[in-house]
């Protein structure tokens, strides 16, 4: 079986990562039940409240499908960290290491559309009030198609040696070396459209948000504005926390494999760290649901100022009434 638990980037320069399967057996264990527990109850409740046009409930709903896609993949996943062996067909290993990009990407772009509307909508509420769902399904449709698009390099430049080698998968798929063009076009779209454009957006966003709170405003009371600035902060936190070790680690990583720098112990720390950025990146799957629990209980906010103002006027009604009766 082909093992890659040493990397060699260089002839003489190779990272020892064997602690990399315990490392994945380990977070993948600790993730799947409750992020499949918490991201499928995500869903359920999300669904219901799908006609809140206003609250990127569609955003959330795909973040959500996103999660639960990566979370999916992971029994197998542990199944192969623990035995070392891949007893199925190719396709199904690469379609899982397709997956955790896909969700990686995904996720980033949805948190980026979250925090826009949120903060958008926050200082524009006018055009809340005009904005159609249809919007944010048709946002959301585009996104999956460009993300599903520009992830398809990973499994393709991962898969080398794949047919001689039938029972590696994941970390031990072999790497394929990448022309210049096609190097350069891959950091691009990684790392600018995947993380330098999101993070300037989230950052302006919880900017904006933070100044909101400091200005009086006709429309919105300052319940409204703590309330969105919660919701912005846990995207960037998110945001931060999951994805941004990774993209400053995978510049070096992919100038590592294509053997471009000839610094040893630069190559050799980016090796050691890859993998602890990428579980970082999966634990998205248990902290995106905080942001569903934050929406939902805005939601339980509203209903009880509703049942309360029902209940308000039923009383004043009552007490009309009987004072005519009087």
Not at 251 to 256: K, T, V
Request: aromatic content about 14%; proline content about 4%; glycine content about 2%.
């Amino acid at each position: 079986m082909y093992n890659n638990s040493v990397i060699d980037a260089e002839p003489k320069c190779s990272a020892n990562v064997t602690f990399q399967s315990t490392l994945y057996a380990t977070t993948y264990i600790l993730i799947f039940i409750p992020g499949l527990l918490a991201n499928s109850a995500a869903l359920w409740v999300l669904c219901r409240f799908i006609s809140k046009k206003n609250k990127a409930i569609i955003f959330m709903i795909n973040l959500s499908v996103a999660d639960l896609a990566h979370v999916l993949s992971l029994p197998l996943r542990i199944y192969y960290y623990i035995s070392h062996q891949w007893p199925f067909q190719r396709t199904l290993c690469l379609l899982c290491f397709y997956l955790k990009y896909l969700n990686m990407y995904a996720s980033i772009c949805f948190l980026t559309c979250i925090s826009l509307q949120r903060c958008f909508f926050l200082l524009k509420p006018f055009r809340a009030r005009v904005w159609k769902r249809r919007y944010d399904v048709g946002i959301s449709a585009v996104i999956w198609v460009i993300v599903g698009t520009a992830c398809l390099p990973f499994p393709i430049y991962r898969s080398a040696n794949l047919a001689n080698n039938t029972e590696s998968c994941f970390a031990d798929l072999g790497y394929k070396k990448m022309n210049i063009v096609s190097f350069v076009g891959v950091i691009t779209v990684a790392e600018l459209a995947g993380f330098v454009i999101p993070v300037i957006i989230i950052t302006w966003c919880t900017w904006k948000t933070t100044i909101s709170l400091r200005q009086p405003m006709a429309f919105q009371g300052i319940s409204e504005r703590q309330k969105a600035l919660r919701m912005v902060f846990m995207c960037a936190a998110v945001f931060f926390i999951c994805f941004t070790p990774y993209h400053i680690n995978f510049i070096f990583y992919a100038m590592a494999k294509e053997d471009i720098i000839s610094s040893c112990s630069i190559v050799k720390s980016t090796l050691y760290f890859h993998p602890f950025c990428l579980c970082l990146a999966s634990i998205c799957c248990l902290l995106d649901p905080i942001l569903y629990y934050f929406m939902a209980s805005e939601f339980r906010d509203q209903l009880s100022r509703h049942s309360s103002s029902v209940t308000r006027s039923r009383l004043m009604s009552r007490e009309s009434g009987s004072s005519m009766i009087g």
